[in-house]
């Protein structure tokens, strides 16, 4: 299948991060150029999508004054954010993957 070069940028939180066909030079967020396959954007979007989803479970239960099984279930959001940096890693440009060891984001 043929890849794509796609632009990425990671805004954890409820927008955890954005996909692009196109680099917009006025935002000041953008942060990786990858090459990917419609496949392997499907993977990263649903990482994102994770990430989203229990940054806000989080956010909830740190509104919760008191202490349920649930508050105590140990979440993946760190895991997730990992292998979000690892996917962009393998996919990225060469530039892209030297921005990354470079600023110690990938060892």
């Known amino acids: ?18 996909i692009r ?22 993977k990263l979007e649903h ?18 004054p008191y202490r349920t099984e649930e508050r105590m279930e140990e979440h993946n959001y760190d895991d997730r954010i990992k292998a979000v940096y690892q996917l962009i890693y393998h996919l990225g440009t060469k530039e892209t993957k030297k921005r990354m060891k470079e600023s110690g984001m990938i060892i």
């Open 1 to 18: 299948m043929e890849k794509k070069t796609y632009y990425v940028s990671i805004d954890l939180g409820p927008y955890a991060g954005e």
């Open 21 to 42: 066909d196109q680099p917009d030079p006025t935002d000041p967020v953008f942060d990786f150029e990858i090459q990917a396959t419609s496949e392997e954007i499907q």
């Open 47 to 64: 990482l994102f999508s994770e990430i989203a989803e229990e940054d806000y479970d989080t956010f909830i239960q740190a509104h919760l």
